[in-house]
C-alpha cells in the first residue's frame, strides 16, 4: 500500500499500443471465472476506469502503472493482485493533455487519487524541458500517495519535497484539509498562493474530485490562464456505448448553446471554459 487506504500496481504487457498521460485504462476488477457473487460479497460486473500512473517501454514488455484508493470489492481485488495474477484491462481509451509549447511554464495540480496523470504528465514535460510546478493536495497527511523527502512548506512556498516530482525537477506544494501536513486548506489556496508571485504558470492541468477542478477552473479563467481538467465520471464501457459518462459542455452550434458530451470518448481531458458547469 502507498498509504493508507491506496495502492499501486504494475502491469506487464507483451506490447502495448500507443498511450499519452490522461488516457484511461477499463479494468475488470474480477477474476475472469468470477460469479456475480462470491458468498456474501458481491462481484463487480462491469469494468472500472483507472487513469494510466505511468508507462514504460522495455525490450520484449511494457510495463503500466495504475493507483488506486480501496472504496469497495472491486477495488479491494485489484490491490490484492500479486505478481503472476493476471488482469483484464481494455485500452488505452480516452483523450490526452496536449503538450506545452517550450516556452510555456506547466502547473499541474492534483487532489486526491486525481493523481496519476498528472504524476505521468510530469515525466513527460521533464523529458521535453518544459519547467512546471506541482500541487497535490488531500484530506490529511495519511492520504498522501507519494514519497516526502523533506516537509512540506505550510506557507506554500514549493519546494523539492515530494521525489517523485523532485526526479522531474518540479518543485511541489502539498495542501491538506487538517493541516497535517504542508498548507492548511485546498489546492485552490495553493493556487492563489502562486497567483501572488511573479512566476505564474502560462498552463494549467488539473485532475481531481469535480468541485476541485470546478474552482480551479474558474480561477484559472478570471486569471485568462488556459486550464485543461481531466474529468472524473464513471464509465461502464469506456467506449461510448453504455453512455452512462454524459458531461454538459458549452456549444455555441446548438440552439441551446449547450450539449451533453461523453467522457469517455470526447474526454476525459476537457478545455475548462468548455464545461458547463451549471
Known amino acids: 500500500m502507498l498509504c493508507r487506504e491506496h495502492f499501486e500496481i504494475t502491469l506487464s504487457l507483451p506490447n502495448f499500443p500507443p498511450a499519452s ?21 458481491a462481484v463487480p460486473i462491469l469494468r472500472r476506469p483507472f487513469s494510466i500512473g505511468g508507462l514504460r517501454r522495455r525490450t520484449g514488455v511494457v510495463e503500466i502503472d495504475l493507483l ?9 481485488w485489484l490491490s490484492a493482485r500479486r505478481p503472476g495474477d493476471k488482469v483484464d484491462l481494455l485500452g488505452p481509451l480516452g483523450n490526452c493533455f ?24 510530469a515525466e513527460i514535460l521533464h523529458e521535453n524541458s518544459i519547467p512546471a510546478t506541482a500541487i497535490f493536495g488531500a484530506q490529511t497527511k495519511d492520504f498522501i500517495p507519494l514519497t516526502l523527502t523533506q516537509e512540506p512548506d505550510p506557507s506554500g512556498r514549493p519546494t523539492r519535497c515530494v521525489e517523485e516530482f523532485a526526479c522531474e525537477e518540479i518543485d511541489t506544494i502539498i495542501t491538506t484539509d487538517d493541516g497535517s501536513c504542508g498548507l492548511h486548506g485546498r489546492v485552490t489556496d495553493a493556487l492563489v498562493c502562486l497567483l501572488n508571485t511573479s512566476d505564474l504558470p502560462s498552463r494549467v492541468y488539473a485532475c481531481g474530485p469535480e468541485p476541485m477542478l470546478r474552482a480551479v477552473g474558474e480561477m484559472c479563467g478570471a486569471h485568462g490562464m488556459p486550464c485543461e481538467l481531466a474529468m472524473e465520471r464513471v ?10 459518462c454524459v458531461l454538459p459542455v458549452i456549444d455555441p452550434t446548438h440552439d441551446t448553446g449547450w450539449r451533453y458530451a461523453l467522457c469517455c470518448t470526447e474526454g476525459p481531458i476537457f478545455a475548462a471554459e468548455r464545461i458547463r458547469w451549471a
Open 21 to 41: 498521460p490522461g488516457q484511461f485504462l477499463q479494468v475488470r476488477c474480477s477474476a475472469p471465472d468470477a460469479g456475480s457473487s462470491a458468498g456474501s460479497v
Open 68 to 76: 488506486g484508493r480501496v472504496v469497495g470489492p472491486g477495488t479491494t
Open 98 to 121: 496536449s503538450i506545452p509549447a517550450p516556452s510555456d511554464r506547466a502547473l499541474l495540480i492534483a487532489g486526491g487519487i486525481g493523481l496519476p496523470p498528472i504524476r505521468w504528465f
Open 235 to 244: 464509465m461502464a464501457c469506456g467506449m461510448g456505448t453504455c453512455q452512462s
